[in-house]
């Protein structure tokens, strides 16, 4: 059974830094592409970022991009993200999710597959 | 980027509607679009990938279909347990958006 267990959230002030962990069990973890996915309070999805099973190809959403950093650790099948000069927008539920990542027309194109993590909130407050 | 606009927000339903949630995008993206269950305080659950592929484990009562800026998600005879929000996401791109989400309620 695939499972994705995320850790790490919790209250820090803005400026401050968090390193969120996916602890991935189920699946042969390096041949998967791994995503973060965010979600405000009583707000829709914003897709954060992206790493290849290998790490060669990683991708961030402009709002975070110079400010987080995404990484694994395939010998440990786990996925992180260091969030970095947080700032209260980022606030939010964060979710890890198993996707596979194809080449469409020279494109990255990553595809969901299957259950993402019960998720860890990280609160951005003074 | 691309943008994903949900129609409509708010679905009011009874047990046993056939329900459609449509999803349209701000430029073609194939059939790279999935669908999402979210009830509250859970993670999003996968529906629908490639438009109209079922996930492994969903009631055949979810259907998907459409391509290049339209597409509609179908759930046919709604049942209590599908109360829920549901968001379509695009994956043409490295990046994905979402919807902004369709809650179904109980008239």
């Known amino acids: 059974e695939v499972q994705l267990v995320e850790s790490g959230g919790g209250l820090v002030k803005p400026g401050g830094s968090l390193r969120l962990s996916c602890a991935a069990s189920g699946f042969t973890f390096n041949t998967y592409s791994m995503n973060w996915v965010r979600q405000a309070p009583g707000k829709g999805l914003e897709w954060v970022s992206s790493?290849?099973?290998?790490?060669?190809?990683?991708y961030y959403a402009a709002s975070v991009k110079g400010r987080f950093t995404i990484s694994r650790d395939n010998a440990k099948n786990s996925l992180y993200l260091q969030m970095n000069s947080l700032r209260v927008e980022d606030t939010a539920v964060y979710y890890c999710?198993?996707?596979?990542?194809?080449?469409?027309?020279?494109?990255?194109?990553?595809?969901?597959?299957?259950?993402w993590g019960q998720g860890t909130l990280v609160t951005v407050s003074s | 980027d691309i943008q994903m606009t949900q129609s409509p927000s708010t679905l009011s339903a009874s047990v046993g509607d056939r329900v459609v949630i449509t999803c349209r995008a701000s430029q073609s993206i194939s059939n790279w679009l999935a669908w999402y269950q979210q009830k509250p305080g859970k993670a999003p659950n996968l529906l629908i990938y490639k438009a109209s592929g079922l996930e492994s484990g969903v009631p055949s009562r979810f259907s998907g279909s459409g391509s290049g800026t339209e597409f509609t998600l179908t759930i046919n005879s709604l049942q209590p347990d599908d109360f829920a929000t549901y968001y379509c996401?695009?994956?043409?791109?490295?990046?994905?958006?979402f919807g902004q989400g369709t809650k179904v309620e109980i008239k």
């Open positions: 999710a198993r996707v596979q990542l194809t080449m469409v027309g020279g494109v990255h194109v990553f595809s969901p597959t299957g259950p």
């Open positions: 996401q695009q994956y043409n791109t490295y990046s994905w958006t």
């Open positions: 790493i290849s099973g290998s790490s060669t190809y990683i």
